[in-house]
């Protein structure tokens, strides 16, 4: 069927007990058993779907198979995975816009791709850790924080965490082009309450975990090297805006490698456990046992029946972690960040407008304050609203 020429499958390296196989037509990716993909091989080499559908049952015939259920699972299941928008990385995005495409990225990465030297990489990591060590035990006044910051101050430091964050996303695309895959562009997204840059991995699938890993931690690589520059730079000048951005740099390590969230850290446990999207078969997970505990069982098993020993234990104690996590996340600190910042945000507004009466300079740091609160706010605001449109969705599509 020409529905289906295009199909491309291959065999997905995960944890699994059973095969499982990647399955990809243009943009779209999805995983599926050996009894899919044989369904898939019949609807490929068929000429039309009632053909196909013999053709499938004649090699199931030992099963309870029937022409009116295999019929149902293409029209209910196959076809829409095929024909619905372009699975990219975005998706996992309230909002997203590319800034620049593959092709102007590739000017970059087919040159960095030199760098991913396995004695390199790790004499980096090496480094790194060491003069990082060193900074936190011998810098001056480490975590000392001055309230009179300049303009000129804050506006290097978002700058650097631009550049920082670019260079971070230029170590995937090099890694993908390491691994002999094509990355997408790069952009900008919205992440719950996180504005974050991003790039378009999702062809990275088909390599094996091991690989896989290497893309994900080529970020932190990357950056890495400009932390052994900047540490190197700070203990010969000792300047106030190097240290801001030494430890700006390490937070960026803490929320990047968070496993929980769906940044670099989330991916990393994902191809170590392997077990594909970890967030939904979380709740799979969680839905099985409430459904059990209330004597209804449903007809798949979640994947933790499915998998390694090992992997199975791992994948168990990140479900528990990462719904308290998001729990704690979600009902505990934007509520208290939330309630914290508009119980001050009308305070500094009216020392703003005072300020402005009396036609004198507010201080700088009344200015952050009230920009990066209402900056906050609105993310806050957006992340709810987009939500609440989704929920609204799902709630017609069910009546």
């Known amino acids: 069927m020409r529905q289906f020429e295009a199909l491309n499958i291959t065999e997905l390296c995960s944890s699994a007990l059973e095969k499982r196989y990647l399955v990809s037509s243009q943009n779209s990716f999805f995983e599926a058993n050996q009894v899919m993909v044989d369904l898939l091989v019949c609807l490929r080499n068929a000429r039309s779907k009632d053909s196909a559908i013999l053709m499938f049952l004649s090699s199931y015939s030992c099963y309870n198979f029937t022409y009116d259920k295999i019929n149902d699972v293409i029209d209910r299941v196959i076809i829409p995975k095929l024909t619905n928008l372009p699975q990219t990385s975005t998706r996992q995005f309230l909002y997203s816009k590319q800034i620049l495409t593959s092709e102007q990225v590739d000017c970059w990465s087919n040159k960095l791709v030199l760098l991913f030297n396995k004695h390199c990489i790790i004499v980096v990591f090496l480094c790194a850790i060491i003069l990082d060590l060193l900074f936190f035990v011998e810098a001056p006044n480490l975590l000392v924080y001055h ?16 550049i920082s964050s670019f260079i971070h996303e230029l170590g995937h695309a090099s890694a993908c082009k390491y691994c002999k ?17 991003y790039t378009d991995v999702t062809q990275i699938w088909s390599l094996s975990r091991r690989k896989r890993c290497l893309v994900n931690v080529a970020g932190i690589y990357f950056q890495c090297i400009l932390l052994i520059i900047l540490i190197c730079f700070y203990f010969v000048c000792v300047i106030d805006v190097l240290r801001y951005m030494v430890l700006v740099l390490n937070i960026s390590f803490f929320l990047t490698l968070n496993p929980f969230l769906k940044f670099d850290g989330y991916w990393l ?18 839905k099985y046992i409430v459904l059990k505990m209330r004597r209804k069982t449903e007809n798949e098993k979640p994947d933790l029946l499915r998998i390694g020993t090992k992997e199975r234990v791992a994948f168990f104690m990140y479900v528990i972690f990462v719904n308290v996590f998001m729990f704690y996340y979600l009902c505990y600190v934007i509520p208290r960040l939330s309630y914290t910042f508009l119980s001050d945000l009308p305070d500094e507004v009216v020392q703003l407008l005072a300020f ?34 989704f929920i609204i969705k799902k709630i017609k599509l069910k009546k």
Do not use: C
Not at 269 to 286: E, F, M, Y
């Open 181 to 197: 895959v094509q990355h997408g562009g790069i952009g900008l997204g919205i992440y719950f309450n996180f504005p974050v840059l």
């Open 356 to 389: 402005m009466s009396n036609q004198a300079t507010p201080p700088f740091a009344l200015v952050r304050n009230i920009f990066s609160q209402v900056m906050f706010l609105a993310l806050v605001i957006y992340m709810l609203s987009s939500y609440g449109k």
């Open 147 to 162: 309230s009179s910051m300049s303009i000129f101050t804050i506006l290097e430091l978002l700058s650097f965490v631009l």
């Open 269 to 286: 446990a994902t191809d170590i456990l392997g077990v594909p999207n970890l967030h939904k078969r979380s709740k799979d997970l969680v």
